[in-house]
């Protein structure tokens, strides 16, 4: 909008002195076909302004006011377009330079046309200097929208360095905080380790020495020595149940999520030949006895898809919803042809049935949960559900419930 503005005022102080000089021109069909052929020129000029052919339109006008020196008033704004205009780089120099400085030729030949008299020379002086005042405006408007370009490129790659620095540091501070959470829980672990191997062991050295006493006493009808290892024992036992809980919570809380799930899955990866299991884990965390229970039942599945499928891998899919956590371990199939020692099929569906669904049943609805076990799509699909209302306070208790979740079971 502000070179229209521009143009137009170039062009009106053009047609102005034309109209308003010592030989006035006469508003006749000649002014009026300049007048449009210069603004014909000049919207040309604008459209072809990106490309390299911006220089047409102003040469073209060049030649007609060459040819009608009349029409040198009108040629304001073409000189404007002449110093905006891109000329092509594979041209020589000398030619683009001709190019360029085309707008000159009708201004000087209306001087040089003016020289004979000094009255003509006077109407044609204005003319000229207001077409070489608009090559110097263009000139410096070009120079504005060069520069207002490199700002704008500068601005860009700022913005761009800025958010890219952004992303860095959230990069960096991410991982800062995951590498603090793992040497956490690494030391967490650390601390179970050393009370599991030294203070229970120490316990339970203590145990086999009050029950030995205890068996002593007995054998020598020691009832006030019994009593006594009685109470001593079952401080011992207080004592050791204590411990297991306290380490049972540390290394809860030394073991990522992310980490126990990734070893049930990687712990198959090879189990056959060509076997492999794709996870997808889109849970971030969870309580203790939902990550043990989860990567239980993967263990469970994973070694039913080995032991009765010829699936050449499996997925493993967690999802973290609003009000539940999902485990979906599905293979392929076909199903191992296996039989019973009578000779039958073990279930409706060919497969032997074991323990193992049973127990990812079981291990479900300990967590307050279903599991859905059966043929899908060809293979096998296991399909758990967890609600996370009785998990949302954390000192609930549900480790005690489910502690009995961790003992290890095999199919038949």
């Known amino acids: 909008m502000r070179i229209m503005i521009d143009k137009g005022l170039l062009l009106a102080l053009g047609a102005a002195l034309a109209l308003t000089g010592p030989h006035p021109a006469a508003l006749d069909a000649v002014f009026i076909a300049g007048l449009l052929a210069a603004v014909c020129a000049s919207a040309l000029a604008e459209w072809l302004m990106g490309s ?9 006008m060049s030649v007609a006011a060459v040819a009608c020196p009349s029409w040198v008033a009108f040629m ?29 030729v009708p201004v000087l030949r209306t001087l040089v046309d003016g020289s004979i008299d000094m009255a003509s020379l006077t109407a044609a002086a204005p003319v000229a ?26 601005e860009d790659r700022a913005r761009d360095a800025a958010r890219s620095n952004r992303v860095r540091l959230a990069d960096l501070s991410e991982e800062r905080d995951r590498s603090v959470r793992m040497a956490t829980l690494a030391e967490r ?93 889109g849970i971030d965390s969870a309580p203790a006895p939902v990550a043990r229970a989860f990567a239980t039942i993967i263990r469970e599945s994973l070694t039913n898809v080995v032991r009765h499928s010829d699936a050449p891998g499996a997925s493993v899919t967690l999802r973290d919803f609003p009000a539940f956590w999902q485990l979906v371990v599905r293979d392929g199939g076909p199903a191992k042809a296996r039989v019973n020692h009578d000779g039958d099929p073990g279930g409706d569906d060919g497969l032997p ?24 799509g060809g293979g096998w699909r296991v ?24 003992q290890p079971r095999r199919n038949p």
Not at 86 to 97: K, N
Request: negative net charge; hydrophobic residues 40%.
């Open 52 to 60: 390299h052919h911006a220089w047409i339109p102003v040469c073209l």
């Open 383 to 406: 399909f758990v559900s967890v609600p996370k209302d009785r998990w949302n306070d954390k000192a609930s208790g549900n480790d005690k419930e489910s502690d009995n979740a961790d």
């Open 76 to 104: 304001t704004p073409v000189a404007y377009d002449a110093a905006r205009a891109r000329v092509p780089e594979s041209l020589t120099d000398p030619l683009r330079s001709a190019l360029r400085w085309m707008w000159i």
């Open 189 to 281: 672990t650390r601390i179970a380790r050393e009370i599991h191997d030294n203070v229970g062991h120490l316990l339970t050295r203590a145990i086999m020495q009050v029950e030995a006493g205890k068996a002593v006493a007995d054998a020598t009808n020691d009832a006030v020595a019994g009593r006594g290892f009685d109470e001593v024992g079952v401080t011992l036992h207080d004592a050791m149940t204590m411990v297991r809980r306290s380490v049972h919570d540390l290394e809860d809380e030394g073991t990522d999520f992310g980490a126990r799930i990734d070893d049930a899955v990687r712990s198959f990866d090879g189990a056959t030949a060509g076997f492999s299991v794709a996870l997808a884990n």
């Open 129 to 154: 200097v207001a077409v070489c005042a608009s090559f110097a405006f263009g000139s410096r408007a070009s120079m504005a929208e060069r520069l207002r370009s490199d700002l704008n490129a500068f």
């Open 353 to 376: 049935r074991g323990m193992g669904v049973a127990d990812i049943e079981s291990r479900a609805r300990q967590l307050g949960g279903s599991a859905t076990c059966g043929p899908y």
